[in-house]
């Protein structure tokens, strides 16, 4: 692998640059970066590199109407052009980005090892003639509108079912919020609140864990769900700082903690195979460790850094 290839890399989240900056500076290559898609574009006919990798939802120019546009110039067009995507990463959305040419399309996050070797492997395919550039004729011209506008629209659709599913969210805190000015019982409290976030988010469970600082333990007090069975129960507890089901290690820490596949979580204790996600925020008084409070979904990927942020206040 030669030491001198340059990439161009183009995404308009500057962590994002530097990440990937550092993992292919870091495996020999030669890196120039890029905000958006016209950036990149005045980038490359000023220097041409050996390969372009771009994100697709960029300001400016998306990473769809680069690929297009990198397609019909004449000196870019044999470059190999691979997508690097978080938000557009439906079967479809794959298949109309091969469709334009593109060398690849990678979904984010992927393992750094991974990643580096498929990148590597475009290079082989480039440098063995496999990497051809595309005709673009009228019929394509054409087609590719309608498919791009196809796409647009199904992100849009995504955006606002993350609207109403937020909103929602956001109307049973609203509603826990007016329940909590009513003085009650605290397990009443707890129990009440429990069931509003699950039954307003659609979410699977919900539950609490007091913590006993004399014992430095974590005991289930509330669940959504049914009562649980005592050797459940047992399962349940949980040391602080202990490693296992992470709510010793979310009180230790004191900070939220989101796991989007519970599936690839080794320390995930598992009492129930439908349990897909989980988000676990710590509870406070007056900086005192009241518990913690833990909302498990059947989806993968269910909480995003905004539900962390609206059950901490809650909590």
């Given at each position: 692998m030669?030491a001198?290839?340059k990439i161009?890399?183009v995404d308009d989240n500057q962590?994002?640059?530097?990440?990937?900056?550092?993992?292919?500076?870091?495996?020999?290559?030669?890196v120039?970066?890029?905000s958006n898609g016209?950036?990149?574009?005045?980038a490359a006919?000023n220097?041409?590199?050996?390969?372009?990798?771009s994100d697709?939802?960029?300001p400016?120019m998306?990473?769809f109407?680069l690929?297009?546009?990198?397609m019909?110039?004449?000196l870019?067009?044999?470059?190999p052009?691979?997508?690097?995507?978080a938000?557009?990463?439906?079967?479809?959305?794959?298949?109309?980005?091969?469709s334009?040419g593109?060398?690849?399309?990678?979904a984010k996050?992927s393992?750094p090892?991974?990643f580096v070797?498929q990148?590597?492997?475009?290079i082989?395919?480039?440098?063995?003639?496999?990497?051809v550039?595309?005709?673009?004729?009228?019929?394509?011209e054409e087609m590719?509108?309608?498919e791009?506008?196809e796409a647009?629209?199904?992100?849009?659709?995504?955006?606002?079912l993350?609207?109403?599913?937020?909103?929602?969210r956001l109307?049973?805190?609203?509603?826990i919020s007016?329940?909590m000015?009513?003085l009650k019982p605290a397990e009443?409290?707890?129990l009440?609140a429990l069931?509003?976030?699950v039954?307003?988010a659609g979410?699977?469970?919900?539950?609490f864990?007091q913590?006993?600082?004399?014992?430095?333990?974590?005991?289930?007090?509330?669940?959504?769900?049914?009562?649980?069975p005592?050797e459940?129960?047992?399962?349940?507890?949980?040391?602080l700082g202990?490693e296992?089901g992470?709510?010793?290690?979310?009180?230790?820490?004191?900070?939220?903690l989101?796991?989007?596949?519970t599936k690839?979580?080794p320390?995930?204790v598992?009492?129930?195979e439908?349990l897909r996600s989980a988000?676990?925020?710590?509870v406070?008084r007056e900086?005192r460790?009241l518990g913690v409070v833990?909302i498990?979904?059947?989806q993968?990927?269910?909480?995003?850094e905004?539900d962390?942020?609206n059950?901490t206040?809650?909590?």
């Amino acid at each position: 692998m030669s030491a001198q290839r340059k990439i161009l890399i183009v995404d308009d989240n500057q962590q994002n640059l530097y990440l990937l900056e550092t993992l292919l500076k870091g495996n020999g290559f030669e890196v120039v970066l890029a905000s958006n898609g016209v950036v990149a574009l005045e980038a490359a006919h000023n220097a041409p590199p050996d390969m372009i990798i771009s994100d697709i939802l960029m300001p400016l120019m998306d990473g769809f109407a680069l690929c297009r546009a990198w397609m019909k110039n004449n000196l870019l067009k044999e470059i190999p052009f691979v997508f690097y995507t978080a938000t557009y990463t439906d079967s479809k959305d794959e298949a109309f980005a091969l469709s334009l040419g593109a060398a690849r399309f990678i979904a984010k996050p992927s393992e750094p090892d991974v990643f580096v070797k498929q990148i590597q492997e475009v290079i082989k395919e480039y440098e063995a003639g496999k990497v051809v550039a595309q005709h673009v004729s009228i019929e394509k011209e054409e087609m590719y509108y309608k498919e791009y506008s196809e796409a647009l629209i199904r992100k849009l659709e995504d955006k606002m079912l993350q609207l109403q599913q937020s909103k929602k969210r956001l109307e049973g805190l609203y509603q826990i919020s007016n329940e909590m000015a009513v003085l009650k019982p605290a397990e009443e409290l707890i129990l009440q609140a429990l069931r509003t976030i699950v039954e307003t988010a659609g979410y699977q469970q919900a539950n609490f864990f007091q913590y006993d600082e004399d014992h430095k333990l974590f005991t289930l007090l509330e669940s959504s769900e049914q009562e649980h069975p005592a050797e459940i129960k047992e399962i349940l507890t949980f040391r602080l700082g202990e490693e296992r089901g992470l709510i010793g290690v979310v009180g230790e820490s004191r900070q939220a903690l989101i796991i989007p596949n519970t599936k690839d979580e080794p320390r995930w204790v598992p009492t129930d195979e439908t349990l897909r996600s989980a988000l676990f925020v710590p509870v406070f008084r007056e900086n005192r460790l009241l518990g913690v409070v833990s909302i498990i979904s059947a989806q993968t990927d269910a909480f995003s850094e905004e539900d962390a942020r609206n059950i901490t206040v809650l909590a």
